[in-house]
């Protein structure tokens, strides 16, 4: 299927920068009109994505995180997060819940998670030593739905 709308962004893996994401593709998406509560949820996959290539993928290096937007018809959104840092082993136990590979113990291995209950599909690509693509994709209510409730 064809886009009917593509954003790239491409941003240094500074956590300054994370913020900077969440505003960008809310801000993308805000021409669907979204519900508060889609939004929310799209800005919060989007930054437990971005965290995760800034804090994991570039760990030991500083590199750049790519960004894409898609709208698609039937009010279909794509979000693709990409980094070419060090790469995820073993993609299966790090999508677990809880899984974690954090040694300072400040991170609870939820990031994933989160994604996959906010989002309709997560699909993970990744090979060691050359980076991580996230790929994520949800169905927006129509705006005829919404008008219906409010009636
Ligand atoms: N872009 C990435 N590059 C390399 N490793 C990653 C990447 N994203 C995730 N990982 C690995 O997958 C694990 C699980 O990620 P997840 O986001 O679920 O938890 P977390 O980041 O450890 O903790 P939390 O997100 O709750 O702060 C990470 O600890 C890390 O080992
Ligand atoms: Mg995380």
Redesign the pocket.
Known sequence: MKATNTMTLTFDSLPVNEGFARSAVAGFFAQLDPTVEELCDIRTAVS?AV???IV??YRYSQGKVRLTARIYDGRKIQIIVR?T????ENIEQ?MEPL????PEGE???????VMQSFMDTVRVTSAPGKG?TVTMQRVLSSLADEETQQE
């Open positions: 437990e965290t995760n290539s994991h993928g980094d840092g060090c790469g995820i790090a899984y974690t590979t954090d991170r609870s291995g939820l990031g994933f998670s991580t």
